[in-house]
């Protein structure tokens, strides 16, 4: 660039595409190509995680089952601290109640795993928001600290008791009956958690939550419970987590301490940044990245927490909008550099 | 007796751990949570320099905590600077900053750095001996975290209310606004106070580390105790804090002599989660900071 030039200022200017205006609301079904318009990004990620399993060797296979785990995790964490304004640095805790809950369920009553993942499910999501229910009044950092405590103080607990198998865990529960029914469970869950959530967030309790976010004064004016909607919001991410748990239990057939370790916390919000936060598939995207990039750290020891923090920061402060909304603005929009 | 003076001990513990956090969140409302990884950081530092460079102790001190006071300006500097008014994202990068620095000592030989491995990183006493008070056996280390701690907490007042420093982050505190129009810089306002709440962090450690092993795991604790201390005596307000840092120092040694001291986290939690349905902006917090936390 020649100097004259260089003086000249530019901004980006950006357009809506005609067709992402077309394919707002019902004349979407107008045309093949504002159905394909929409269709393609929606399948193109379903199909991908569905056929990923025959595309992998059996380690990545395992993989792929831990990602699925994160990306339930990350999607729980997007929701709370984007649509409730409650960030969750305990996931760890989450998956701690689930895996324990069908780990003794399989080991004390000898449940098969098709009853004590959905029950493990249900009751470690019940659990977690009782245990939350006392600090849904705070926000911001009160509610980030305290929730990171939990997990903490669980394991305390847990070794000084000496309960559940203490340091040891609970070991020889009953596994998956092969990889294939490991992969698609989890991915399944994903899918449908994703969808799921993208649809509730749309709805009213959507609304309600945003604007308990945005500000929880005015939603209390207009004679709205603020606690009864966090609840059920801490209720459905924890949902998601307690899934997450109840299945790793019997995916690796062992129940442990570890299972409220930092990792659980840490790297499903680095998903969530990578991924762009409040966008609810880039935290799964982000999360099917980090752990297999996670993985090949893994002769690294520590090293792994200490890079997803430095992708962490990294996202945070130079590309905060996150892979997913640069994404999603390359499909919908133009964009040229304009002279000013 | 023993409870009444162990339980002091371990107040100004608690008030030393706090002190620095509450400074820089008073301040320019900025949590850092990278306040544990610095406590450990500092430690660590260090250890190293007495054992591994045979550095003069109270040289070796003043250096770490030089070194921690320049991260704490860093840390604003080159991250949380972008992020201002967005707490989500300082939450997540400063915790992000800090476990950088917790989970970094823990690693093992890579350009010939080692980390932390076993638990023998203690950091030597000021001085070793042991007094006899009011018929308690007490050694000097304890003393020395008494009398540093008031002589923080007073320093700090001081500071605040009698220095020109310390007056305009006060006043950064109360209207920012209206401080910016006198002439304040906010962002050096910040600045100031992270990295005097970094040092306040270091000073911490290395006054309370004798009496017990550098460890990392210290860093989370630490973290969790200034910020229940935080909570339970009401943000901005030196006397709550003061009065939160007895009443869970006294509150967690007397559940150890009770029950033992597996329950001294749950103490923790339950005074946090009582002040919480009880009195949520704190014992002596007022009601500006209430709407903010609930």
Not at chain 2, 194 to 216: F, K, Q, R, Y
Request: positive net charge.
């Amino acid at each position: 660039m020649s100097r004259e030039t260089s003086t000249i200022q530019r901004r980006k200017e950006r357009l809506d595409r005609g067709i992402k205006v077309r394919t707002e609301g019902l004349y979407a079904l107008t045309s093949w190509r504002e159905m394909f318009y929409l269709l393609v990004p929606r399948t193109l990620l379903i199909f991908g995680l569905l056929l990923s399993p025959f595309f992998l060797e059996m380690y990545w296979q395992r993989v792929l089952c831990q990602a699925g785990i994160y990306a339930l995790l990350a999607l729980g964490f997007d929701f709370l601290a984007e649509y409730v304004g409650l960030v969750c640095l305990g996931g760890a805790f989450f998956i701690g109640s689930g895996a324990y809950l069908s780990g003794l369920l399989n080991a004390k009553l000898g449940w098969a795993p098709f009853f004590t993942i959905p029950i493990a499910t249900v009751a470690g999501a019940v659990i977690s928001t009782l245990v939350l229910l006392p600090c849904l009044r705070l926000r911001g950092i009160y509610f980030a600290i305290i929730s990171f405590m939990f997990p903490l103080l669980t394991v305390y607990i847990i070794i000084a008791l000496n309960i559940f198998g203490g340091t040891e865990g609970i070991t020889a529960l009953a596994t998956f009956p092969n990889i294939w029914v490991d992969q698609y469970l989890i991915l399944g869950g994903v899918i449908i958690a994703l969808f799921a959530l993208r649809r509730l967030v749309t709805e009213d309790i959507g609304l309600i939550l945003r604007s308990i976010k945005d500000n929880d004064q005015a939603v209390k004016a207009s004679g709205i419970s603020i606690t009864s909607y966090k609840t059920k919001a801490v209720f459905i991410a924890a949902l998601l987590g307690c899934f997450g748990g109840a299945y790793l239990s019997h995916l690796y057939g062992w129940v442990g301490i570890s299972q409220f370790a930092l990792d659980y916390s840490i790297l499903p919000i680095a998903a969530t940044v990578m991924g762009g936060m409040g966008t609810l598939v880039g935290p799964v995207i982000g999360a099917f990245i980090l752990t297999p990039l996670s993985e090949a750290l893994r002769g690294f020891g520590q090293m792994r927490v200490v890079v997803y923090c430095l992708i962490l920061i990294g996202f945070i402060v130079y590309k905060p909008e996150g892979l997913m909304n640069v994404l999603q603005r390359k499909y919908h929009q133009f964009e040229h550099w304009e002279e000013v | 007796m023993n409870i009444l003076i162990y339980g002091t001990v371990n107040s100004i513990i608690f008030a030393l751990v706090a002190v620095g956090f509450t400074l820089v969140y008073g301040v320019s409302r900025l949590p850092n949570f990278a306040h544990g990884a610095l406590y450990v950081l500092v430690g660590f530092l260090t250890w190293s320099m007495v054992n591994d460079f045979k550095l003069f102790y109270p040289f070796a001190i003043l250096i770490s905590l030089g070194i921690s006071s320049l991260l704490g300006a860093l840390i604003y500097r080159l991250v949380l600077i972008r992020l201002r008014g967005l707490p989500t994202s300082e939450i997540i990068a400063s915790f992000a900053v800090g476990l950088i620095i917790l989970e970094g000592l823990r690693l093992q030989g890579i350009g010939g750095f080692k980390g932390f491995i076993g638990p023998f990183y203690v950091l030597p006493s000021f001085i070793d001996a042991k007094i006899k008070i009011a018929g308690v056996l007490i050694d000097a280390q304890r003393l020395i975290v008494m009398l540093g701690g008031l002589a923080v907490v007073v320093s700090i007042w001081l500071f605040t209310h009698h220095t020109k420093t310390g007056l305009s982050l006060r006043a950064i505190a109360q209207d920012e606004q209206a401080a910016m129009m006198l002439g304040i810089d906010s962002d050096r306002a910040a600045i100031i106070s992270l990295s005097i709440g970094s040092a306040l962090a270091g000073l911490a450690a290395v006054i309370i580390l004798p009496l017990g092993n550098v460890t990392a795991e210290a860093g989370y604790r630490i973290l969790i105790n200034a910020l229940a201390v935080c909570i339970i005596g009401g943000l901005g307000s030196w006397a709550g804090a003061v009065l939160a840092s007895f009443v869970l120092g006294f509150a967690m040694i007397i559940s150890t002599a009770l029950f033992g001291s597996v329950w001294e986290s749950v103490v923790l939690v339950g005074a946090i989660i009582l002040i919480l349905i009880f009195k949520p902006s704190g014992l002596l917090g007022k009601q500006k900071e209430l709407e903010e936390r609930v």
